[in-house]
């Protein structure tokens, strides 16, 4: 039973990453779009195409947080008491960034936009960063078992913390470039799907390096995960490069439609390959999914509620999703053309 | 160099108990703001939208649709903040999460199905005005009403089992070997504290939205547009506030059953006795004597239980060793919370008592000006009740965290430096508070100034297409 609840947590996490991920891939994409004038067209497609469903998408993450510490409760102990400093800022990372995208969409000020946009976009940057900093420190082995706290600093500031918080940054990028072409082509601007084509070939390229640096470093720093990689991950590794180098052949011919699924699944199956490098152990080498596991009862009752999920909640997803994705949900902003026209007067 | 960082640390190596328990109270005290309007007003919207389209009523139209947009605003910032709550959970209180995650947690794995729900819809029922039909996007609100519902109490089952832990076996050292997941969720306190906070957030959500409009009538628009608003809300708290009465009363019987400790502190009653008068405000010194406030004779007794009336005995703080229940401070701050809770609470049931009477005796809502500025004032009345509200169940329960089983002392964080933490959050805090009700009202401002509906197009009406969009987006950049 321990077992399944490991892969429902690993879905959670590949679907927050694919989902939730490509929302603050946005944001990055938000970030370095240019100044108010350059950067309004990228920034219309970025807030139409995750308005309607970043909130949802962000409930991933509250759910990874309740399997965790309910039937992993000592090491979810274990976690927060080590890495409580990236957990902190990326939750303050969280607030930022939520607020801050619901303000942006109903002020018309340029100067408060701008604002807004800055604390936005910024965070979208710290809170992957954070998140991939925290799976490096779990994935080498900087945790110790018994809701014991291991060093705070060098848990999260170590090699493989930096290259996975960077790689983490690089993929959700990437995964929101490459969404972002079809929500710019649904939104009918040829120049926004080039303008997201090209960033998306070069965040894969990115990714690639990225990913490659990350594995000299897991060889030096995280042994038990490198040797998962090349034989209880090495199929899904396998299946990630292909992936990817699919999609980007993809993204090249003028990505057509299977280049977003590519990219979901290059990036799925990269996580998943963590999850099955470093298995049986939640905490390598520290504390093994069964041994970390809550008694059967509670086992139950998340599996019962992953059911439920699975019946009510799904079909609730793939409705938005489809919604969204036939242009039923189009953006509801608060600006009339009255109220824009003096805050858009240059000086 | 090194002296200089060994002071800093040791500067930030202070207690983190306090610190812990000032963080958690301080992010919940913000957060359950919040709740009270992601419970209710997408009810509230909902009966607006109802009256919209089945009585053609363009005003209820356009304040369904309003309130839905600042429900994207509010919504929003209770998520993030809710999400605060998660890390906190780990950050703040890893030993509790760590021993009791298991049976603590249970209530949250469906909570989480319901939050699920509640965003998925949320985000159909804010974007779908303009490209669904209406009774399909009616109908894709009402999802977001139950799992509001169901939402909050599995939350408060979580609150409620702390209060009453039960649904687990433990082994000889203490350790959760077994646990029944219904008994955890269907723990003792949880039916009547569920009760309590979801009538709770029909009060206060209803009240406050309430009290927005009463400020503009005030203020002269006397508009049907604003006595609809009002009158929607208005009527949602005055329905909730009697049955909230009542339940409060039931869930206080509970306390005195189940935490005596926590019905002592309430009361202020030092020493077990019978015919415990009911003491308004008043003192409790550190010797166990009580002083000030006004004392209603044999009125604690009776209200306990009525069927023996004031010769029911209570029992005192005495009854319990100094460690295991709360200090004299703390029994302070219940005790005052407690009053504050119970009269707030009275005066917003006597306006509800006004305002019924005039539904009933005149057809329509009061016209007294007294009643409007009284209105004004319910919705920060009501966050004040349910602010002390909380202050006492919580409070109350000091020192336990898990009644009788942890302490809240040994369930929280060793890390010397999250006052660090503390400090930001507020600062975010504080600063995340006055921005949102900034950009509320800007909103706000913005609607009345545009009149009727503030996009290029109705809801319910056809759409502008995609092209013009993009055109009238490209003038407004070339201008």
């Known amino acids: 039973m321990s077992t399944t609840i490991a892969v429902v947590l690993m879905l959670a996490v590949v679907a927050y990453a694919v989902f939730g991920g490509a929302d603050y891939g946005a944001g990055f994409w938000d970030l370095i779009a240019g100044g108010p004038d350059r950067g309004s067209r990228p920034r219309r497609v970025i807030e139409r195409a995750i308005g ?143 303008y997201f084509r090209r960033r998306a070939m070069v965040a894969a390229v990115v990714v690639a390096a990225a990913s490659t640096v990350g594995l000299l470093v897991l060889r030096a720093d995280a042994s038990y995960v490198f040797d998962g990689l090349k034989s209880r991950g090495l199929a899904l590794v396998i299946v990630s490069v292909g992936c990817g180098a699919g999609a980007l052949v993809l993204l090249v011919r003028g990505a057509p439609r299977g280049a977003r699924l590519l990219a979901m699944l290059a990036v799925a199956s990269l996580i998943a390959s963590w999850g099955a490098a470093q298995w049986p152990y939640l905490l390598p080498e520290s504390l093994t999914v069964s041994d970390a596991a809550a008694p059967t009862g509670t086992l139950q009752a998340v599996l019962a509620a992953v059911l439920l999920a699975i019946l009510f909640v799904l079909p609730g997803f793939v409705l938005l999703f489809v919604l969204d994705q036939r242009d039923l949900l189009p953006e509801e902003g608060v600006e009339d053309a009255g109220d824009r026209a003096p805050d858009n007067l240059p000086g | 160099m090194s002296a200089t960082l060994n002071e800093l640390v040791a500067i930030a190596d202070v207690d983190p108990v306090p610190w812990a328990r000032a963080q958690m109270a301080f992010t919940l005290a913000c957060h359950i703001i919040l709740v009270p309007l992601g419970v209710s007003w997408a009810l509230m919207t909902l009966i607006a939208n109802y009256r919209a389209i089945r009585h053609d009523d363009r005003d209820a139209l356009v304040l369904a649709q309003r309130w839905s947009k600042y429900m994207a605003v509010t919504f929003a910032v209770g998520a993030v903040t809710g999400t605060v709550l998660s890390f906190e959970f780990g950050l703040l209180w890893p030993k509790f999460m760590g021993r009791w995650g298991e049976a603590f947690g249970v209530p949250f794995a469906f909570e989480g199905l319901f939050f699920f729900t509640e965003a998925i819809f949320l985000a159909i029922y804010i974007f779908g005005w303009r490209r669904l039909k209406p009774w399909t996007h009616f109908w894709t609100g009402v999802p977001i009403v139950l799992a509001g519902i169901f939402g909050s109490a599995s939350v408060v089952a979580a609150n409620a089992w702390m209060n009453s832990p039960s649904g687990f076996t ?225 409070v109350g329960r000091q020192p336990w965290i898990v009644y009788h089983h942890m302490k809240v002392e040994d369930a929280a964080t060793a890390n010397t430096g999250i006052w660090i933490m503390f400090i930001v959050v507020v600062i975010l805090y504080l600063a995340l508070a006055v921005t949102t009700i900034l950009v509320l009202r800007a909103m706000s401002r913005r609607f009345r100034r545009s009149g009727g509906f503030t996009d290029h197009d109705t809801p319910y009406g056809p759409s502008e297409s995609l092209e013009d969009a993009e055109v009238k987006a490209g003038e407004k950049t070339v201008r």
């Open chain 1, 52 to 194: 309607p469903v970043w909130e949802a998408n962000h409930v991933w993450l509250i759910f990874i947080f309740v399997v965790m510490w309910t039937a992993f409760p000592e090491a979810y102990a274990s976690i927060t008491l080590t890495l409580y400093v990236p957990l902190a800022i990326a939750a303050l990372g969280i607030v930022l960034r939520g607020t801050s995208f619901a303000f942006r969409k109903v002020v018309v000020s340029t100067r408060y936009r701008r604002m807004f946009g800055a604390g936005f976009a910024s965070s979208s940057v710290l809170v992957p960063y954070c998140m991939g900093a925290i799976a490096g420190g779990i994935a080498s082995g900087e945790v110790p078992a018994g809701g014991e706290a291991g060093d705070p600093v060098d848990s999260w500031i170590n090699p493989t913390s930096v290259v996975s918080g960077v790689l983490a940054v690089a993929v959700v990028a990437y995964l929101a470039a490459v969404y972002l072409v079809w929500d710019a082509r649904r939104q009918g601007d040829a120049d926004m799907v080039e």
């Open chain 2, 170 to 394: 433990l082994d000889s050292n203490g350790n959760v070997i077994d646990v029944d997941p219904v008994g955890v969720i269907f723990n003792d306190a949880m039916p009547l504290q569920a009760a309590h906070m979801i009538l709770a957030a029909y009060v206060v959500g209803g009240f406050l939205v309430a009290s927005v409009y009463a400020t503009g009538m005030l203020r002269g628009r006397q508009d049907r547009y604003h006595r609809l608003g009002f009158v929607i809300a208005f009527t949602v708290a005055a329905v909730a506030t009697p049955i909230q009465m009542g339940v409060g009363d039931a869930l206080a019987r509970w306390v005195f059953n189940n935490q005596p400790a926590k019905f002592a502190a309430i009361e202020m009653v030092p020493e077990t006795s019978k015919d415990v008068p009911e003491t308004l405000l008043g003192h409790l010194n550190e010797d166990g004597t009580v002083s000030g406030g006004i004392k209603i004779p044999g009125l604690a007794s009776w209200l306990s239980d009525p069927s023996t009336g004031s010769s029911t005995t209570v029992q005192g703080l005495n009854e319990f060793p100094a460690d295991e229940r709360p200090t004299t401070r703390q029994v302070n701050v219940v005790h005052l919370a407690w009053d504050v809770m119970i009269g707030l609470g009275t005066l917003l049931f006597l306006l509800s008592v006004w305002y019924a009477a005039s539904w009933i005796f005149r057809r329509r809502m009061p016209a007294s000006k007294w009643f409007l500025r009284a209105a004004a004032c319910s919705g920060v009345l009501a966050i004040i009740t349910m602010e002390a509200g909380w202050v006492v169940a919580e």
